[in-house]
């Protein structure tokens, strides 16, 4: 049974329109993360979270907002959604020191 | 600052030959870890190789890596390519500061019959 759940995992939204991002994972884990992935890019951290209310800027935190309401779930908010942030949405959990991450199977995020 | 540097964008081999993709860092830390990440297509990025020794043979799924801290490197190989190991493969050391995975741009590997 997956550990790491995404939802949706297609989304369609308009620009200037609200989108948000759920992640869900039962490894009971500390850590949660955001990335996007884009060709010639990579994997880039967008927010991460220590645990539940703690949340922190990654590297690319401009235009997003996240949200870690309890140990399993970790949401990431657009607030005003652009074109620009047309992307596959990852996101990961991990214990802290030098512990592997976890992937959900990501969402496609199109805005159009 | 802290970077890592995958050389290879895309990297195309021949069935049963050898492959290297490479991977090299910039870290002001001292002791890290490192990671090889691989991705399939329309899959999720998964673990393939993990190592925090020095110098140490790290193997895994036919894959191999070693760490060397004096020429900050992580090179990935593989002494003969299968169809099946066309993917993704990304390079992630560990960035203890902030308790996250810093991943290098990829390397898109395919392997041709």
């Known amino acids: 049974e997956a550990a790491v759940t995404q939802s949706p995992r297609n989304k369609v939204a308009v620009t200037g329109g609200k989108v948000t991002l759920s992640c869900n994972q039962t490894?009971?884990?500390?850590?949660m993360y955001w990335y996007r992935q884009d060709t010639g890019h990579g994997l880039r951290l967008i927010h991460y979270s220590y645990g539940a209310g703690s949340t922190e800027k990654g590297d690319i935190p401009d235009g997003y907002k996240a949200s870690r309401p309890s140990q399993e779930n970790f949401s990431l908010i657009l607030e005003l959604a652009t074109p620009s942030q047309t992307s596959v949405y990852f996101c990961?959990?991990?214990?802290?020191?030098?512990?592997?991450?976890?992937f959900g199977p990501g969402t496609r995020l199109t805005v159009l | 600052g802290d970077s890592v540097t995958q050389t290879e964008g895309l990297v195309t081999v021949t069935e049963g030959l050898p492959v290297k993709l490479n991977c090299t860092y910039q870290?002001?830390?001292?002791?890290?870890?490192f990671f090889w990440y691989v991705q399939y297509l329309n899959e999720a990025p998964q673990v393939l190789l993990r190592?925090?020794?020095?110098?140490k043979r790290t193997e895994h799924q036919g894959f191999h890596a070693t760490l060397h801290k004096s020429s900050s490197s992580f090179h990935l190989q593989k002494s003969s390519a299968q169809l099946s190991d066309s993917a993704l493969y990304y390079c992630?050391?560990?960035?203890?500061?902030?308790?996250?995975?810093?991943f290098g741009s990829g390397t898109k590997l395919t392997v041709e019959p």
């Open positions: 990961a959990s991990g214990n802290r020191g030098y512990a592997e991450q976890f």
């Open positions: 870290t002001t830390y001292l002791t890290i870890a």
């Open positions: 190592s925090s020794t020095d110098n």
């Open positions: 490894n009971n884990h500390n850590n």
């Open positions: 992630a050391p560990f960035m203890p500061n902030y308790n996250v995975l810093y």
